[in-house]
């Protein structure tokens, strides 16, 4: 949970350094703001004074200002904070396995699939892609499983090359190809980090995912 400390460290100094640059710049254009309406007041013509009433909607007009760079300031702040949040939250997460459809590392360990398959299918097959997109294996799906262990070893017992590696299901129906949908995978979470589109978990292997895209999490064994 170190990671949240430092988020949230890094995250309100940000914050408060917005505070005395707003206020220097309230300040200064408040200064301004009085020496105009000093020197309205002093070359007015004597004949035709400056209504006061107008002196109070200036004054006014001011104050409307004023406080709508302290509220935008203070936004900046409340997001700077929920940004902060995020990291914390999925930080608790690195060393999980997270289930999802990005690529997968393979290490000669087995893999756990959550194949996917159309409710009205009454035949599956898994399929298998390498890091560049192309099928390298095909094999029968059971129905009645939703989750199969996918050892990384091809017809004739040779395993397959480490790497990434993404699954898909075609499901059939009277021989005819219905639906063909990404299987979901587990891969562990290394890393957490916060980039302008919002938080981004990085899988062992390097792929990238954002919090909900993961469709379940459970503890590495």
Same mark, same amino acid.
């Given at each position: 949970?170190?990671?949240?400390?430092?988020?949230?460290?890094?995250?309100?100094?940000?914050?408060?350094?917005?505070?005395?640059?707003?206020?220097?710049?309230?300040?200064?254009?408040?200064?301004?703001?009085?020496?105009?309406?000093?020197?309205?007041?002093?070359?007015?013509?004597?004949?035709?004074?400056?209504? !006061?009433?107008?002196?109070?909607?200036?004054?006014?007009?001011? !104050?409307?200002?004023?406080?709508?760079?302290?509220?935008?300031?203070?936004?900046?702040?409340?997001?700077?904070?929920?940004?902060?949040?995020?990291?914390?939250?999925?930080?608790?997460?690195?060393?999980?396995?997270?289930?999802?459809?990005?690529?997968?590392?393979?290490?000669?360990?087995?893999?756990?699939?959550?194949?996917?398959?159309?409710?009205?299918?009454?035949?599956?097959?898994?399929?298998?892609?390498?890091?560049?997109?192309?099928?390298?294996?095909?094999?029968?799906?059971?129905?009645?499983?939703?989750?199969?262990?996918?050892?990384?070893?091809?017809?004739?017992?040779?395993?397959?090359?480490?790497?990434?590696?993404?699954?898909?299901?075609?499901?059939?129906?009277?021989?005819?190809?219905?639906?063909?949908?990404?299987?979901?995978?587990?891969?562990?979470?290394?890393?957490?980090?916060?980039?302008?589109?919002?938080?981004?978990?990085?899988?062992?292997?390097?792929?990238?995912?954002?919090?909900?895209?993961?469709?379940?999490?459970?503890?590495?064994?």
């Amino acid at each position: 949970m170190s990671i949240t400390a430092t988020s949230l460290t890094a995250a309100t100094p940000a914050a408060t350094e917005a505070q005395p640059k707003s206020k220097s710049v309230i300040s200064s254009d408040f200064e301004t703001f009085l020496k105009m309406l000093t020197t309205q007041a002093r070359y007015q013509d004597p004949l035709e004074p400056i209504d !006061s009433s107008e002196y109070s909607a200036q004054l006014a007009q001011f !104050s409307m200002v004023e406080q709508q760079v302290k509220s935008n300031d203070l936004l900046t702040a409340l997001t700077t904070q929920i940004g902060g949040g995020n990291i914390g939250q999925v930080a608790g997460w690195i060393g999980m396995e997270a289930r999802s459809t990005a690529p997968v590392q393979f290490n000669g360990a087995p893999l756990t699939i959550a194949p996917n398959i159309a409710a009205s299918a009454d035949s599956a097959q898994l399929i298998v892609y390498d890091a560049q997109g192309k099928e390298v294996q095909r094999s029968p799906l059971s129905l009645s499983e939703s989750q199969v262990q996918w050892a990384g070893v091809s017809s004739d017992g040779t395993p397959f090359a480490n790497g990434l590696y993404t699954f898909g299901v075609e499901s059939k129906a009277s021989g005819q190809v219905i639906s063909t949908t990404p299987a979901e995978s587990y891969s562990r979470i290394v890393e957490a980090r916060i980039e302008n589109s919002g938080s981004r978990l990085i899988l062992a292997g390097g792929s990238e995912i954002t919090a909900d895209q993961i469709r379940a999490l459970r503890e590495t064994d």
